[in-house]
C-alpha cells in the first residue's frame, strides 16, 4: 500500500480470516515462507509472530482480519488488518522496536511485544477503523 513503511511487493498470499481458519491458515503460510528460502527457526517465529497478531485481531479487531503476504529483495513481509475499534490509547502506533515487556502481574499485553522479539521490522497503526500491523524477517543471502 502506498506510503507504508515497507515496500509492497505482488502478494504471495492474501486470505481473510477467523478463528476457524487459523489452523488452515498458519500452514498455508508456513508453506509460502518456506517457498521464499526461509526456513528452521526464522521461519518458524514469523509464522508465529503472524499467528500472534492474527489472534489480536480476531479477539481484538472484531473476530476477523485479512492477511496479505510479499516479498521485497531482502525482505519477507506480512501484513494482518481488521476493522476493529482501534487500540484505546494509541501507544503502539508506529514501529514496535522499543516495545517493552508487560510487567508479570499484567494480564495481557505480550502480543505486541512477542511480535517484536520474533521479527526483524514490525510496525502497527491503529485507529477507528481498525488495526494493521506489518511485520518482516530478513530472507537468508
Known amino acids: ?26 500452514r498455508s503460510l508456513a508453506d509460502h515462507v518456506a517457498g521464499q528460502g526461509l526456513t528452521g527457526t526464522r521461519a518458524q517465529d514469523f509464522v508465529l509472530a503472524v499467528h500472534e ?25 506480512c501484513q494482518i488488518s481488521d476493522k476493529g475499534p482501534g487500540m484505546p490509547d494509541g501507544r503502539h502506533d508506529g514501529f514496535l522496536d522499543g516495545c517493552r ?24 497503526v491503529s485507529g477507528a477503523g481498525g488495526t494493521v500491523v506489518q511485520i518482516a524477517v530478513r530472507l537468508p543471502g
Open 1 to 26: 500500500m502506498p506510503g507504508d513503511p515497507l515496500d509492497d511487493g505482488p502478494p504471495l498470499m492474501t486470505r481473510r480470516f477467523t478463528r476457524g481458519d487459523l489452523f488452515e491458515v498458519r
Open 53 to 77: 497478531s492474527m489472534t489480536n485481531a480476531i479477539d481484538h479487531g472484531g473476530g476477523s482480519g485479512q492477511l496479505q503476504l510479499w516479498r521485497t529483495d531482502r525482505l519477507l513481509c
Open 101 to 124: 515487556l508487560p510487567d508479570h502481574d499484567s494480564v495481557g499485553g505480550r502480543g505486541l511485544w512477542i511480535i517484536a522479539q520474533l521479527s526483524d521490522v514490525a510496525h502497527v
